[in-house]
């Protein structure tokens, strides 16, 4: 599949975009050229030599606080990705498997986690467990949750049905057996799509949370939290959100790019991809042979 991804040209740009945004956020406390919690009194600079995004109200070095603040964002939206695919992928899997009283559970409980307004929840745990990014992040991860479940329990469903799954348990294969030899290979691609896509999710919960200094206590930087600082001072800095609005809008653009890629790559269309690529080339060396005789 990654060989795929990578042969079209809107999956190679997602993938630069996206590594380039995780070199950032392991790379970026070291490359920040000032320490992005030192305060001075040349506040709201403009943009010059030594602060290339100038300074905010406090005289901090906003490239600084930039670099700095993408690791807390892209842990986040780590956070809540990967917390739904745990939560959402397993359940749905052994949904069709499992009997129908944990079928009818998961259902219901699936059902309830839709019907939960994440954001207003998020806020209620942090109310109640403390003003932390992680265990915001891994309460919306479960809030998210049921997209999982429902592409998971799709893609099982179907496969399920074929007459090789039926076969292999019929003839004594166990439920782990069959999910790993058989299942797992289709159910794949629709959940990294899923996972491209909700990462891209969790690029945006972040910034709306530290947007609303929920989760990061101050002074640490994050994308969301630099956007809100720098919309009460827009009559001295009209240019000011335009750095961490563009990361933002960036990032999750990647994300969505990717998770396109993944489904054009994946399945039947995947497939027919590949045989029209292996078709074009075999016509062009024909072509090519007889040219040159």
């Known amino acids: 599949m990654v060989r795929r991804v990578l042969s079209l040209t809107s999956g190679r740009i997602a993938l630069a975009v ?9 790379c970026g406390p070291w490359l920040a050229p000032q320490d992005p919690l030192a305060t001075s009194e040349n506040t709201l600079a403009s943009a010059s030599g030594a602060h290339w995004l100038g300074t905010d109200y406090l005289g901090r070095d906003v490239f600084s606080r930039l670099l700095d603040g993408s690791r807390i964002s892209v842990l986040g939206s780590l956070e ?15 949904s069709v498997y499992s009997g129908r009283a944990f079928e009818w559970l998961t259902l219901r409980l699936a059902d309830t986690l839709v019907a939960l307004p994440f954001l207003l929840f998020a806020i209620a745990v942090i109310a109640l467990l403390g003003n932390g990014i992680t265990q915001a992040m891994l309460v919306t991860g479960a809030l998210v949750s049921p997209l ?13 049905r074929s007459p090789y799954v039926e076969a292999a348990i019929v003839s004594g294969a166990s439920v782990g057996w069959v999910v790993r030899r058989h299942v797992w290979v289709k159910v794949l691609p629709p959940i990294a799509v899923a996972l491209a896509q909700t990462i891209g999710v969790g690029f945006v919960i972040v910034s709306s949370l530290t947007f609303l200094g929920i989760g990061v206590q101050p002074p640490a930087p994050t994308w969301g939290g630099l956007l809100a600082s720098d919309l009460g001072y827009l009559g001295h800095q009209p240019w000011a959100p335009v750095a961490p609005a563009l990361l ?22 995947g497939r027919a991809m590949v045989n029209n690529r292996k078709a074009r080339t075999g016509t062009s060396a024909a072509a090519s042979v007889g040219g040159t005789r």
Do not use: H, K, Q
Not at 18 to 26: D, E, F, G, N, R
């Open 248 to 269: 933002i809008m960036v990032t999750v653009w990647a994300c969505n790019l990717l998770a396109d890629a993944i489904r054009d790559v994946s399945g039947e269309a």
């Open 80 to 94: 809540v990705a990967l917390m739904a695919l745990v939560v959402g992928a397993v359940p749905g899997i052994l």
């Open 18 to 26: 996206l590594v380039l945004v995780a070199l950032l956020a392991v």
């Open 148 to 160: 999982f479940y429902r592409v998971a329990r799709a893609a099982t469903l179907a496969v399920a």
